[in-house]
């Protein structure tokens, strides 16, 4: 469903003045831009956009995507699938390997009408997909998993035992094409390296479906992607779909990359101020690691950003301030390089940026909507997959 927005003019600091803190905030504008830029650049390289919904978890931030038309989508757990599924999506890759007690799930979904994509990268895992296929008197789609990098698993496009899993998939009626990811893009630190990560990825796919092919198995579907690479690719020829998920919030460690700039984050989450200790540079407020997950994602990079960066409610940064520690329920903010803390006193409301939106946005049972250019009047919720998941 479309979240509802008006046009009074306001100010983000009105609509969140209210809730209860920590909460999560999506700022709806920043979003549909975000979104708007890689839809652009997926029909500029002549492929389908496949978003990764793991990072929202959410059917009203997915409706943003496709005009509140179900959309191709990935997922990361069968909960994701299955809740989607309900939602009225009907193309869905899950994107994580396949295991044996989990095809009961798959095969319910496929008799729904869903046509669910697994995925695997063993001669074992195809054997007892299409052994199960067959029980079933029903073909479960699969696509091998390629390692582009070596970041996780997939098999190499050199494998000797890629045309077996292949030939195994293909007699069961299951073979639906090959599937890598290019994590190590997050490790991409210019310009240039994530353009080659992503030449690597789209040469890496394609050589994999061209060797399947030339074993004579059909190849429908060769599907690339990560939030870097998505961002950073020339060409996709060989390519049929682009597989991206952070890109709708974006992050820190996103920023930290350029892919995006920190104006561009959509997800922050809101606290408040409980408490100092001038002795030790502090200022602590209710929002720790159970807001913002234990990612430090950007500790890695040129600028570590600690555990977020913080603005006010209004979304402008707080000079040279940064959540730098954090226990379940505080958080920890100080001064960077002996910058003077600023006046905050108890009460005042901040907002957090995160390392990592997906971890992040996990935390989360859904999302306070504002509009960084007008009012949504009394802020609506929207909900995040978890609650219904976990029965929070």
């Known amino acids: 469903m479309n979240i509802p927005l008006n046009t009074t003019t306001s100010t983000a600091a009105h609509d969140l003045a209210d809730p209860d803190t920590p909460f999560a905030v999506v700022d709806v504008d920043k979003a549909r831009r975000n979104i708007e830029r890689l839809r652009a650049r997926a029909d500029r390289l002549g492929v389908t956009l496949r978003p990764h919904v793991k990072t929202a978890k959410s059917l009203d931030v997915a409706a ?7 959309c191709p989508v990935t997922v990361s757990t069968l909960a994701e699938a299955e809740a989607f599924a309900d939602g009225g999506y009907t193309d869905i890759t899950y994107a994580v390997g396949i295991d044996p007690h989990k095809l009961p799930r798959v095969i319910a979904l496929l008799r729904r009408g869903v046509r669910l994509r697994i995925l695997l990268d063993s001669v074992e895992q195809a054997a007892f997909v299409a052994e199960a296929s067959r029980r079933a008197g029903i073909a479960v789609p699969a696509q091998i998993e390629i390692d582009c990098d070596g970041h996780r698993g997939g098999l190499k496009p050199d494998a000797p035992t890629l045309p077996e899993v292949g030939r195994i998939l293909h007699d ?42 030339a074993a004579g198995l059909p ?17 996709l020829t060989g390519v049929t779909e682009l597989r991206a998920g952070n890109y709708v919030f974006f992050d820190l460690v996103m920023a930290g990359l350029g892919v995006c700039q920190v104006e561009d984050l959509a997800l922050s989450v809101v606290v408040t101020v409980i408490g100092h200790r001038p002795e030790y540079g502090w200022i602590v407020t209710d929002g720790g690691w159970m807001a913002m997950s234990r990612d430090r994602g950007t500790a890695v990079q040129a600028q570590d950003q600690g ?20 226990s379940q329920e505080h958080g920890t903010l100080t001064a960077r390089d002996g910058a003077d803390l600023p006046d905050l006193p108890v009460g005042t409301r901040l907002r957090i940026l995160p390392n990592h939106a997906c971890a992040t946005a996990a935390q989360h049972r859904g999302y306070h909507v504002i509009d960084g250019t007008r009012s949504t009047g009394a802020v609506p919720v929207i909900e995040a997959f978890w609650q219904r998941v976990t029965g929070w």
């Open 64 to 70: 943003l995507m496709h005009g509140d038309t179900p």
């Open 172 to 213: 069961a009626g299951c073979l639906d094409g090959v599937l890598t990811h290019a994590g190590e893009s997050y490790f991409a630190y210019t310009p240039e390296e994530q353009r080659l990560a992503a030449k690597n990825e789209r040469d890496t796919a394609v050589a994999a479906a061209e060797r399947l092919r």
């Open 219 to 235: 190849v429908d579907t060769v599907s690339v992607g990560s939030t870097p690479t998505a961002h950073a690719a020339e060409d």
């Open 307 to 326: 555990y977020g960066l913080v603005t006010d409610l209004n979304g402008d940064l707080v000079p040279n301030l940064v959540m730098t520690a954090a």
